[in-house]
Nanobody
Framework: QVQLVESGGGSVQAGGSLRLSCSASGSHFIIASMAWYRQAPGKQREMVARAPIAGNPDYADSVKGRFTISRDSAKNAVDLQMTSLRPEDTAVYYC???????????????WGQGTQVTVSS
Protein backbone atom coordinates (compact mmCIF):
# COMPACT_ATOMS: atom_id res chain seq x y z
CA GLN A 1 0.00 0.00 0.00
CA VAL A 2 0.99 3.59 -0.58
CA GLN A 3 -0.01 6.47 1.66
CA LEU A 4 -0.03 10.04 0.39
CA VAL A 5 0.03 13.06 2.66
CA GLU A 6 -0.54 16.60 1.36
CA SER A 7 0.30 19.90 2.98
CA GLY A 8 0.36 23.56 2.06
CA GLY A 9 -3.25 24.47 1.38
CA GLY A 10 -4.83 27.62 2.72
CA SER A 11 -6.49 30.89 1.84
CA VAL A 12 -5.04 33.57 -0.39
CA GLN A 13 -6.24 36.60 -2.30
CA ALA A 14 -6.50 36.58 -6.07
CA GLY A 15 -3.09 37.04 -7.66
CA GLY A 16 -1.35 35.34 -4.77
CA SER A 17 0.66 32.15 -4.61
CA LEU A 18 0.58 28.88 -2.72
CA ARG A 19 2.74 25.79 -2.76
CA LEU A 20 1.32 22.34 -2.16
CA SER A 21 3.48 19.42 -1.16
CA CYS A 22 2.84 15.70 -1.15
CA SER A 23 4.94 12.80 0.02
CA ALA A 24 4.36 9.09 -0.44
CA SER A 25 5.17 6.45 2.12
CA GLY A 26 4.72 2.73 2.50
CA SER A 27 6.75 -0.35 1.92
CA HIS A 28 7.97 -2.02 -1.22
CA PHE A 29 6.43 0.24 -3.83
CA ILE A 30 7.42 1.89 -7.09
CA ILE A 31 5.64 4.99 -8.28
CA ALA A 32 5.01 5.44 -11.99
CA SER A 33 3.42 8.87 -11.98
CA MET A 34 2.35 11.51 -9.52
CA ALA A 35 -0.27 14.14 -10.10
CA TRP A 36 -2.46 16.80 -8.57
CA TYR A 37 -6.21 16.84 -9.02
CA ARG A 38 -8.82 19.23 -7.69
CA GLN A 39 -12.51 19.20 -7.03
CA ALA A 40 -14.60 22.29 -6.61
CA PRO A 41 -18.05 22.18 -4.98
CA GLY A 42 -20.60 20.76 -7.36
CA LYS A 43 -18.00 19.86 -9.97
CA GLN A 44 -16.20 16.72 -11.03
CA ARG A 45 -12.65 16.05 -9.95
CA GLU A 46 -10.22 17.21 -12.62
CA MET A 47 -6.56 16.69 -13.30
CA VAL A 48 -4.49 19.81 -12.67
CA ALA A 49 -0.97 18.60 -13.37
CA ARG A 50 0.76 15.28 -13.86
CA ALA A 51 4.43 14.34 -13.58
CA PRO A 52 5.19 11.05 -15.29
CA ILE A 53 8.20 8.92 -14.44
CA ALA A 54 9.78 10.17 -17.66
CA GLY A 55 8.96 12.94 -20.06
CA ASN A 56 7.39 16.32 -19.69
CA PRO A 57 4.62 17.11 -17.25
CA ASP A 58 1.04 17.66 -18.37
CA TYR A 59 -1.14 20.55 -17.27
CA ALA A 60 -4.79 21.40 -17.53
CA ASP A 61 -5.29 24.26 -19.96
CA SER A 62 -6.75 26.39 -17.18
CA VAL A 63 -3.49 26.35 -15.19
CA LYS A 64 -0.84 26.40 -17.91
CA GLY A 65 1.67 29.16 -17.32
CA ARG A 66 0.53 29.63 -13.71
CA PHE A 67 1.12 26.28 -12.01
CA THR A 68 4.30 24.23 -11.97
CA ILE A 69 4.56 20.63 -10.86
CA SER A 70 7.88 19.33 -9.63
CA ARG A 71 8.68 15.79 -8.66
CA ASP A 72 11.47 14.37 -6.55
CA SER A 73 11.48 10.70 -7.48
CA ALA A 74 14.17 9.85 -4.97
CA LYS A 75 11.98 11.16 -2.15
CA ASN A 76 8.67 10.00 -3.65
CA ALA A 77 7.43 13.55 -3.38
CA VAL A 78 5.70 16.04 -5.63
CA ASP A 79 5.03 19.74 -5.24
CA LEU A 80 2.63 22.09 -6.98
CA GLN A 81 3.64 25.73 -7.14
CA MET A 82 0.57 27.84 -7.85
CA THR A 83 0.91 31.47 -8.87
CA SER A 84 -1.49 34.12 -10.14
CA LEU A 85 -4.27 32.34 -8.33
CA ARG A 86 -7.85 33.05 -9.30
CA PRO A 87 -11.10 32.56 -7.42
CA GLU A 88 -11.96 29.74 -9.83
CA ASP A 89 -8.92 27.84 -8.54
CA THR A 90 -10.77 27.37 -5.25
CA ALA A 91 -11.11 23.64 -4.64
CA VAL A 92 -9.93 20.71 -2.61
CA TYR A 93 -6.63 19.62 -4.11
CA TYR A 94 -5.68 15.95 -4.07
CA CYS A 95 -2.33 14.33 -4.56
CA UNK A 96 -2.47 11.13 -6.59
CA UNK A 97 0.01 8.44 -7.45
CA UNK A 98 -0.04 5.47 -9.77
CA UNK A 99 2.14 2.76 -8.33
CA UNK A 100 2.93 -0.91 -7.94
CA UNK A 101 3.45 -2.42 -4.53
CA UNK A 102 4.16 -5.84 -3.13
CA UNK A 103 0.57 -6.11 -1.91
CA UNK A 104 -0.89 -4.72 -5.16
CA UNK A 105 1.44 -5.77 -8.01
CA UNK A 106 -0.71 -4.28 -10.77
CA UNK A 107 -0.64 -0.54 -11.35
CA UNK A 108 -3.05 1.03 -8.90
CA UNK A 109 -4.17 4.56 -8.08
CA UNK A 110 -3.67 6.06 -4.65
CA TRP A 111 -5.08 9.31 -3.28
CA GLY A 112 -4.27 11.70 -0.51
CA GLN A 113 -6.88 13.08 1.85
CA GLY A 114 -7.03 16.44 0.09
CA THR A 115 -6.13 19.96 1.10
CA GLN A 116 -8.36 23.02 0.75
CA VAL A 117 -7.28 25.95 -1.39
CA THR A 118 -9.45 29.05 -1.21
CA VAL A 119 -8.84 32.09 -3.40
CA SER A 120 -10.79 35.23 -2.60
CA SER A 121 -11.40 38.08 -5.01
Amino acid sequence: QVQLVESGGGSVQAGGSLRLSCSASGSHFIIASMAWYRQAPGKQREMVARAPIAGNPDYADSVKGRFTISRDSAKNAVDLQMTSLRPEDTAVYYCAATARSRSRPSLSDYWGQGTQVTVSS
